[in-house]
């Protein structure tokens, strides 16, 4: 199993980035699918999560509104469009998978609760 995360890069306050997680080795309709990010000195958090049916998604109080995850079937991929981007965003973004294992599952929200995990991508915001 691979997570290839890219995107990241230095933007300004109020610009917009969006990160890609691209999936191979696994049955990507199978998982629920999440971005997480950690500052430096912080723990890692939750940003937003998607069902494996990309029906129900969930976000961090701090991004709702302005972050928005999606999936792309036919390319395997996550993506995590970011607009109003603030300095406080500011951290290494990853991307993770869980393996649906029941019919009925909430989504998952907890780091340890993810399976798989991608190599990580850098965000900085600043003036």
């Known amino acids: 199993v691979q997570l290839q995360a890219s995107g990241g890069g230095l933007v300004q306050p109020g610009d917009s980035l969006r990160l890609s997680c691209a999936a191979s080795?696994?049955?990507?309709?199978?998982?629920?699918w999440g971005w997480f990010r950690q500052a430096p000195g912080k723990e890692r958090d939750l940003v937003a999560v998607v069902s494996y049916n990309g029906r129900n998604t969930d976000y961090a109080d701090l991004v709702r509104g302005r972050f928005t995850i999606s999936m792309d079937n036919a390319k395997n991929t996550v993506y995590l469009q970011m607009n109003s981007l603030k300095p406080e965003d500011t951290a290494v973004y990853y991307c993770?998978?869980?393996?649906?294992?029941?019919?009925?599952?909430?989504?998952?929200?907890?780091?340890?609760?993810?399976?798989?995990w991608g190599q990580g991508t850098q965000v900085t915001v600043s003036s």
């Open positions: 993770a998978a869980r393996r649906r294992s029941s019919i009925f599952m909430p989504l998952p929200r907890n780091a340890n609760e993810f399976d798989y």
């Open positions: 080795g696994l049955f990507f309709n199978s998982h629920f």
